[in-house]
């Protein structure tokens, strides 16, 4: 029997040590963090609770054994993350965002790398330890994130540069919105996986690198960002300003692949960002079902008796049960395909944050107005759940350009994930839908 969705008795412990660890460590500060107005104080709120996370083999439990960290599957991965971002997914982004940074130099790095990083992320006495991943850029002409394979030269795409002199690369430039990169006093993450153009000669998927830059670098600052959702992870500007760090500090394995390192990152939290979506939706939906169970809103029989209600509702759990196991698909896809699932990856993550941001409105719907008290929890729902299609490489450029960018190569085979067959993603899968495009020759103009 090959299909089974029984949990194993392991599965069933991370997802029992997760949710133990995010209904009675972090659901007390969540409330009272995420109306903290000033952003980078309602992170350090959270701090109590990312040692405890980091304690529990929570923090870095997607690392390798190998180099100290927990081992879990991919599958695992997204069986505690629903339980953390049922709770909070802000505070679960920045959990996320550890793997985003140090994974790549698990898959790149050479052995020093490995060890110097990834042994010092998962030995920290204090457990403060966090990384930062920085890909996205300021909005702008040309700025933002989208087309970073843009074809056209140096500023388009990833602006910036990384430029080689003697023993050492110099860094200058801006990137918007990464999180976890001003660690928690606003100076730095321990460390920051950094996409620079390493060759400013070069445009689009040339030339991109990424590099470890260290807390501390001189001439590296940042600015926090204060967002509308995820108010629990802290979003940052970071300004390089002739930055200058070691040569050996680039990723080797990178050098020139910058763009399909973000690929495969955005392929990797795919199923994550799919998961928050479902644990988001879950909460909403429990908590729709409890008022509805609860209250008459006047009426002889308390409302789960409309059959609007009971409808919408059923509606509603379909949809999360549906979403999670293609969640689980697409993280079994990740876990036997090494780490790779650019194609499904994407697919996950467009279907169920859309799917579900409508659900959670939905719950607010069969509530009624009483839901946009903020007493309840339905407006911080939607909140969250309206950051899940934005964040984490767009829906709009950056994901459904991935998917259309292997449905459109020559040798795709539309069964290839029916049949968990590898598909393989390369640098001719990128650039499609940038408007340079029609300039390569690729596409004829009408
Ligand atoms: C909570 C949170 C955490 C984040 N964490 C990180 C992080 O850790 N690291 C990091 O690097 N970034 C992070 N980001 C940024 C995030 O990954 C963004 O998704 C990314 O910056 C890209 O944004 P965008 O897709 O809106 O790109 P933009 O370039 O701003 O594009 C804007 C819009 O333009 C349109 N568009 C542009 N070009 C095209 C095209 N060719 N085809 C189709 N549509 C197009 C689309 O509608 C797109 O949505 C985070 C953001 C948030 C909110």
């Given at each position: 029997?090959?299909?089974?969705?029984?949990?194993s008795?392991?599965?069933?412990?991370?997802?029992q040590?997760?949710?133990d660890?995010?209904?009675?460590?972090?659901?007390?500060?969540?409330?009272?963090?995420?109306?903290?107005?000033?952003?980078?104080?309602?992170?350090?709120?959270?701090?109590?609770?990312?040692?405890?996370?980091?304690?529990?083999?929570i923090?870095?439990g997607?690392?390798?054994?190998?180099?100290?960290?927990?081992?879990?599957?991919?599958?695992?991965?997204?069986?505690?993350?629903?339980?953390?971002c049922?709770?909070?997914?802000?505070?679960?982004?920045?959990?996320?965002?550890?793997?985003?940074?140090?994974?790549?130099?698990?898959?790149?790095?050479n052995?020093e790398?490995?060890?110097?990083?990834?042994?010092?992320?998962?030995?920290?006495?204090?457990?403060?330890?966090?990384?930062?991943?920085?890909?996205?850029?300021?909005?702008g002409?040309?700025?933002?994130?989208?087309?970073?394979?843009?074809?056209?030269?140096?500023?388009?795409?990833?602006?910036?540069?990384?430029?080689?002199?003697?023993?050492?690369?110099?860094?200058?430039?801006?990137?918007?919105?990464?999180?976890?990169?001003?660690?928690?006093d606003?100076?730095?993450?321990?460390?920051?996986?950094?996409?620079?153009?390493?060759?400013?000669?070069?445009?689009g998927?040339?030339?991109?690198?990424?590099?470890l830059?260290?807390?501390?670098?001189?001439?590296?600052?940042?600015?926090?960002?204060?967002?509308?959702?995820?108010?629990?992870t802290?979003?940052?500007?970071i300004?390089?300003?002739?930055?200058?760090?070691?040569?050996?500090?680039?990723?080797?394995?990178?050098?020139?692949?910058?763009?399909?390192?973000i690929?495969?990152?955005?392929?990797?939290?795919?199923?994550?960002?799919?998961?928050?979506?479902?644990?988001?939706?879950?909460?909403?939906?429990?908590a729709?079902?409890?008022?509805?169970?609860?209250?008459?809103?006047?009426?002889?029989?308390?409302?789960?008796?409309f059959?609007?209600?009971?409808?919408?509702?059923?509606?509603?759990?379909?949809?999360?049960?549906?979403?999670?196991?293609?969640?689980?698909?697409?993280?079994?896809?990740?876990?036997?395909?090494?780490?790779?699932?650019?194609?499904?990856?994407?697919?996950?993550?467009?279907?169920?944050?859309?799917?579900?941001?409508?659900?959670?409105?939905?719950?607010?719907?069969?509530?009624?107005?009483?839901?946009?008290?903020?007493?309840?929890?339905?407006?911080?729902?939607?909140?969250?759940?309206?950051?899940?299609?934005?964040?984490?490489?767009?829906n709009?450029?950056?994901?459904?350009?991935?998917?259309?960018?292997?449905?459109?190569?020559?040798?795709?085979?539309?069964?290839?994930?029916?049949?968990?067959?590898?598909?393989?993603?390369?640098?001719?899968?990128?650039?499609?839908?940038?408007?340079?495009?029609?300039?390569?020759?690729?596409?004829a103009?009408?």
């Amino acid at each position: 029997m090959a299909i089974d969705f029984t949990l194993s008795a392991d599965q069933k412990n991370v997802q029992q040590t997760a949710r133990d660890f995010a209904e009675n460590v972090l659901a007390p500060v969540v409330r009272e963090a995420d109306r903290e107005p000033d952003p980078l104080k309602a992170f350090q709120l959270t701090k109590p609770a990312y040692i405890e996370a980091y304690r529990r083999g929570i923090a870095f439990g997607m690392l390798p054994k190998e180099y100290g960290g927990g081992g879990l599957t991919n599958v695992e991965l997204i069986l505690a993350a629903e339980e953390i971002c049922a709770v909070d997914p802000g505070f679960a982004c920045t959990l996320l965002v550890n793997g985003l940074a140090l994974l790549p130099v698990w898959y790149w790095g050479n052995e020093e790398q490995k060890r110097r990083v990834m042994g010092a992320a998962t030995s920290d006495a204090s457990g403060e330890w966090i990384a930062g991943y920085a890909a996205s850029e300021p909005p702008g002409t040309p700025g933002g994130t989208a087309n970073f394979d843009s074809p056209a030269p140096h500023p388009v795409g990833i602006g910036v540069t990384a430029r080689r002199d003697g023993d050492s690369y110099v860094l200058n430039g801006r990137k918007y919105w990464p999180c976890n990169v001003g660690g928690w006093d606003g100076n730095g993450a321990n460390v920051n996986l950094v996409v620079v153009r390493t060759d400013p000669s070069k445009g689009g998927t040339e030339g991109l690198s990424a590099v470890l830059v260290e807390r501390g670098t001189p001439g590296v600052t940042y600015n926090i960002i204060d967002s509308f959702g995820h108010r629990l992870t802290p979003n940052s500007e970071i300004i390089f300003e002739d930055a200058r760090i070691p040569a050996e500090n680039l990723v080797e394995g990178t050098y020139g692949n910058g763009d399909l390192l973000i690929n495969r990152n955005f392929a990797w939290s795919g199923p994550v960002a799919g998961i928050a979506a479902v644990g988001v939706a879950r909460a909403a939906y429990e908590a729709a079902l409890s008022w509805c169970k609860t209250y008459t809103a006047g009426a002889a029989h308390p409302m789960i008796h409309f059959q609007n209600v009971g409808y919408v509702l059923g509606d509603v759990a379909a949809r999360i049960e549906a979403s999670r196991y293609f969640c689980w698909k697409a993280a079994h896809y990740i876990d036997q395909h090494g780490y790779h699932g650019e194609l499904i990856g994407a697919m996950n993550k467009v279907f169920c944050t859309e799917l579900l941001l409508d659900s959670v409105y939905k719950c607010m719907q069969v509530v009624g107005v009483n839901s946009a008290d903020r007493t309840h929890m339905f407006e911080k729902y939607l909140r969250e759940a309206a950051i899940f299609p934005i964040y984490d490489g767009g829906n709009f450029g950056m994901q459904r350009r991935r998917v259309h960018g292997v449905l459109a190569s020559p040798n795709f085979n539309p069964r290839a994930l029916m049949d968990n067959e590898f598909v393989h993603f390369v640098k001719d899968m990128e650039v499609v839908d940038t408007v340079q495009l029609i300039e390569r020759g690729h596409l004829a103009p009408a």
